[in-house]
DNA sequence: CCAAAAGTGTTACAAGTACACCCATGT
DNA sequence: ACATGGGTGTACTTGTAACACTTTTGG
């Protein structure tokens, strides 16, 4: 399917490529340093960041759209994608964010160029390894760059809102379905994966419940070797089972009548 | 906000009214007599049934516009009313449905009429009182009828898909939240209300711990009155605590870490 | 050798599951 | 009187929560 080439383009002729009216949102949400991160972009001549975003070709998929702007964006394939919400509010992106861009860039559109009217968002979340991400700063005009979870800074139009809600849906998620597998390298310890549990749901756990119930779900394997070089007594490292892994991200860890 | 007049109207000049290649369809489930019932419509020119759906307004919120179309097919407001999915497959219209009917009507369609463009449909469900409802077969175009759900017809498009989400999500939902309020009449019995989770949930339950474990839930409240002119011991009458009720809707019942 | 982090186990309480008994009503 | 369905209670199993002790390692 065919996709602008140019920035120009896009704005001009968007509407031969894509769904009028109809865009996607991504949370992608990382993890680093026992902190959970949000990438982000800037288009260089607005001031505010937003999420990662894009529209649906005409004949595309929506997830599969999400996919494709992702793997755009991070660079990465084969990512945990979770459909999060509509966002249809018909003011949400009544700002002066598309005319202020369109006139920085020099473009003249027209007062009905399509990226003015009224969009209906898919907002999306996805899970991905902090360390395969290139964040990559694709020369001067986009930048993208990893926040901290309690630092984003204001952001475009309703996408406060939309990351709001993918971390409540986030938490929720993990209470049913494995997390883990996207956000952590090949191989880590136990303490190393509560940490990433506790940052998502922002509460501590106790470290031998938690070790207990997590090994309950018959995901994990431990490894023979364990962390080395760090102080104190050496943890285990253990990884993911991805058959058991994959079965119970379909069927879900328990709970029901 | 204006809407269209007639059936010529929707067809010609839809996209004056509605936002392009964007529909509604809702899955509205009702109880009747311990089975659960979808309610489907039929355009009389047509074969097949299909769920009962329609058109965001362009500047409508999808929610909004999903309270509408049902208020338009059951006269019902304030309906239990839950998003369930996008569907977005490209091909999910491509068939013969909409030629056969535009040409049925003898309205004069062009081949890029919009209607038959792709669309995207967000789907949604709803639980109504099955007693409350007209199933409104509006003079002789539009059939609306009440099927049990193993009894449902082939559909229209991939409407049979979403019937079928939907059902799945129900089951689930009712994990997590309390479900009867907008399915059964105001007052009733705790075996009635079992038969409803045993119809939804496809299954038998325990009369005793599904009884204390829905009380656990406090959001009962027992009646003074019992069930009269039945065969065997009277029943006591229950109803919903709405205030604990739509508590226990937004916060969930329980579970997590 | 000691502070800090990690491995392992025990006990108490709450929740869920599987049953058994009694009561009321229409035939 | 009895069959049928409804109300209530109890023992058993499972899951969750709270908590203590021992082991390893770097400084």
Known sequence: MK???????LILKGEDYF?????????????HEGVLKVLLIRLAPLPQWGLVGGFILKEENPDAAAHRIL?????????????????????????????????????????????????????????????EVTPGTDGSFESCVWFDIHEIPALLFDHREILDQALETLQLHLNYHPVGYNLLPVS??????????????????????????????????????????????????????LRKYNKALKEGLGGGW
Chains 1, 2 share one sequence.
């Open 3 to 9: 996709q602008p080439r140019t920035k120009k383009d």
């Open 71 to 131: 793997k755009e964006r991070t660079g990465l394939d084969e990512i945990f994608l979770q459909f999060l919400q509509v966002f249809g509010n018909p003011d949400r992106t009544k700002t002066d964010t598309w005319p202020v861009l369109i006139g920085k860039l020099g473009v003249q559109a027209g007062t009905n160029n399509w990226l003015l009217k009224r969009f209906v968002s898919l907002g999306y979340y996805a899970l991905v390894d902090f360390h």
């Open 19 to 31: 769904l009028p009216q109809l865009s996607v949102d991504c949370v992608i949400f990382g993890f």
């Open 188 to 241: 880590f310890t136990m303490p190393e994966l509560q940490r990433l549990y506790e940052t998502i749901l922002d509460k501590k756990l106790d470290r031998r419940n938690f070790q207990r119930k997590i090994l309950s779900f018959g995901i994990l394997r431990r490894l023979k070797e364990k962390r080395k070089g760090v102080a104190h007594k050496a943890p285990y490292l253990y990884s993911f089972d």
